[in-house]
């Protein structure tokens, strides 16, 4: 096993490690854990917060209120909250539920898909808790995204009830925002044939202004990343963010708060390396692996253009205008490689690289997932022009390309460093 590690304090964990133990996760994380604890504190909070939201979310349902499920960004939370529901993410970063949905799907399809879709069957066929809140779902409300995932959606009412939310393809077109409109407003009335509270203009924009106290708290927290050296590591805000999909706003805020405060007062990192953008697929809870290599090998991620990172919180509602109207503007907006054509994206990831002053992005493709893959040279091609360099990685959630994957990062941090 070939380590070149640049942190001193990663150095003499590794020297604890067997030259011939294999090259696998869970020494990773060991190592990662033990060789750079983090100094915030405030990391804590989110640590025990999953405990408590699992609580919460049970007491609600003994309390009449709906819990909706959900699996991408499309779906807009202020209309599940103005409805008096609550909702939550499930969306699978994991590889134990994969091998039961490759009974029913192919095993040639995205790793997120089988991961989401094993941890439904497993929690309704086998009562088994690997994902704890998934019994907790009353309703799925799905989207019209990438194919794999629609087809998906046609099998899932055998286990949960699914709602599928529609979404123009070509957003730019000019029946598209129209389209979405309509879509949203039949989507309020299912919420409120759901919960028997109606969706008023008044709930909507309280709900609107809450999310996007979120998003400009979010934009506090990234901004710090533009320090050098940035106060957090890149591997600590992806465990943050993917919360974000699991609390409620409330608790959510709370911890980014706490967060940013310590954040600003707190002594500068020491660790330095080239500043590194992932940018692509997302990350779901459980995924990590490639952070943690990148930060292993001693690269410093500084920004994420994904769903777990920037795409989640960047653009606000407009609050001055008709709700529904702000909300499918700001919806159809999300620069996601399933709507064509994606320019939106390639702009953004371009003036991200700039403003974080990074050195290189590695491209993250989930394996099997052909929009972000394809959608990949043209993001190349971009940086290109801009003289950023990139690395393209696809991967899945089983620890078999480590090694592969910790060579090439390794290749690339020298040869931006
Ligand atoms: S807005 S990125 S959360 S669709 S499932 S597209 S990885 S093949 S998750 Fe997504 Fe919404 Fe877009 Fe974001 Fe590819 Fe896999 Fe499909 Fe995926």
């Not at 979405?180 to 202004?209: H, Q």
């Not at 940035?230 to 708060?257: A, H, N, T, W, Y």
């Not at 310590?262 to 953008?277: F, L």
Request: glycine share 6%; proline share 6%.
């Amino acid at each position: 096993m070939k380590f070149n590690v640049r942190c001193h304090l990663l150095r003499s964990v590794m020297a604890t490690v067997p030259d011939t133990a294999p090259l696998n996760r869970s020494i990773i994380n060991m190592v990662i854990e033990n060789a750079m604890p983090s100094s915030l504190a405030s990391l804590d909070f989110f640590k025990d917060a999953y405990e408590l939201r699992i609580a919460r979310l049970k007491e609600e349902r003994v309390n009449g209120i709906k819990i909706v499920g959900t699996f991408c960004l499309y779906v807009p939370d202020e209309i599940i909250f103005a409805a008096g529901a609550d909702r939550i993410v499930l969306c699978g970063g994991r590889a134990d539920t994969i091998p039961v949905a490759e009974q029913s799907l192919p095993r040639n399809i995205c790793p997120l898909i089988k991961s989401s879709f094993g941890a439904v069957v497993d929690a309704c066929c086998e009562g088994n808790l690997a994902c704890p809140h998934v019994p907790l779902v009353d309703v799925v409300v799905a989207e019209a995204t990438c194919d794999g995932k629609k087809k998906m959606y046609e099998i899932l009412p055998d286990y949960l009830p699914t709602y599928v939310l529609d979404l123009p393809q070509k957003p730019e077109s000019p029946e598209a925002l129209n389209y979405f409109l309509s879509e949203l407003k039949k989507f309020g009335k299912f919420m409120e044939d759901l919960t028997g509270t109606i969706v008023s203009e008044d709930a909507l924009r309280r709900e609107i202004r809450s999310a996007n106290e979120t998003r400009r708290l979010l934009h506090r927290f990234f901004g710090m990343r533009k320090r050098d050296p940035p106060p957090i590591r890149g591997s600590e805000v992806l465990r943050v963010m993917q919360k974000q999909f699991f609390l409620s706003p409330d608790q959510f805020r709370q911890g980014i708060s706490r967060l940013c405060d310590e954040m600003e007062h707190a002594a500068p990192e020491t660790r330095t390396g080239p500043r590194i953008m992932i940018s692509g697929c997302p990350m779901a809870a459980g995924n990590t692996k490639v952070p943690d290599i990148i930060e292993q090998k001693g690269g410093v991620i500084v920004v994420e253009e994904s769903c777990t990172g920037t795409r989640s919180f960047w653009d606000l509602v407009d609050e001055d205008k008709d709700p529904l109207t702000a909300l499918a503007e700001r919806y159809l907006d999300i620069p996601c490689a399933c709507i064509t054509p994606n320019d939106q994206r390639i702009a953004r990831i371009v003036d991200l690289a700039k403003q974080y002053d990074v050195q290189g992005v590695v491209y993250y493709t989930l394996q099997f997932c052909h929009a972000y893959n394809i959608e990949r040279l043209r993001v190349q091609r971009a940086l290109k022009k801009e003289k950023i360099p990139m690395l393209a990685l696809e991967s899945d959630y089983g620890d078999s390309d480590i090694e592969q994957i910790g060579i090439r990062v390794d290749a690339f941090l020298e040869m931006i460093s």
